[in-house]
């Protein structure tokens, strides 16, 4: 299921097919005040795929940082995305069932962490 930030029509927009990584921009809104990096991770548990979708003031880079449960690194992955809405896209199928946490570390030094559960 999607966490309570997405909606129906989120779901509309999502990529039919998602190879290894795919970079899609979706709508575009801008929230005044934006600070921090807005960041969504879905579905919960997820199977093939994985999606983070972030929500920036402006154009920015990053690195991504999969740990398994027992804080082992498993993989890691760099970004790059517009300002406003983007939806990242990655291939899990090849991850063990269990629960793992991602962290996105921006350029500008912020970082979020987030965890999920592949089934």
């Known amino acids: 299921h999607l966490p309570e ?4 029509e ?6 039919q ?3 290894d990584t795919t970079t899609t921009t979706i709508q575009h809104h801008k929230k ?3 600070v921090l990096p807005e960041v ?9 795929e994985l999606y983070l979708r972030f929500y920036v003031d402006e154009k920015t880079s990053g690195m991504l940082f999969w740990h398994d449960q027992k804080g082992s690194r ?3 992955a760099s ?3 517009s300002k406003d809405d983007n939806l990242l896209c990655y291939n899990i199928s090849g991850f063990a069932a269990g629960s793992y946490y991602i962290t996105v570390v921006f350029e500008n030094g912020a970082k979020i962490s987030k965890q999920f559960i592949k089934n």
């Open 79 to 81: 970004f790059t995305i």
């Open 32 to 34: 005044p005040g934006l």
């Open 40 to 48: 969504t991770v879905f579905p919960v548990p997820a199977r093939q």
């Open 5 to 8: 930030a997405a909606t129906a």
């Open 17 to 19: 097919e998602a190879s």
């Open 10 to 15: 989120d779901t509309a927009l999502l990529p």
């Open 74 to 76: 498993i993989n890691t």
